[in-house]
């Protein structure tokens, strides 16, 4: 259970390295989350962004540095790491 007053865990999601799994993917990819809201996170994968190019044809040619927003709900599972000492105290 939160405390009040601390970060919330998407909150916390912000500039973290994570591995996600989406169900229009079989596989899952690597990235950083770059901001969150309620709902759902930015992510920025070249991975996942040269998929999706092969998915949507030329429709992203002219879309510089994209990054994917994605909600929790359309997440099959995410993997991501904290340190050590901070594991510890969860």
């Known amino acids: 259970m939160l405390q009040p007053g601390a970060p919330s865990f998407k909150s916390k999601l912000t500039g973290k390295n994570v591995i996600v799994k989406t169900a229009l993917f079989s596989r899952a ?3 950083t989350v770059s901001a969150t809201d309620d709902t759902g996170f930015c992510f920025v994968s070249d991975d996942m962004i040269a998929a999706l190019r092969e998915l949507t044809g030329s429709a992203m040619n002219n879309m ?3 990054s994917v927003y994605l909600t929790f709900v359309s997440l099959e599972w995410m993997v991501f790491s904290e340190p050590k000492a901070a594991a510890a105290r969860a």
């Open 64 to 66: 510089d540095a994209p």
């Open 29 to 31: 990819f690597p990235g």
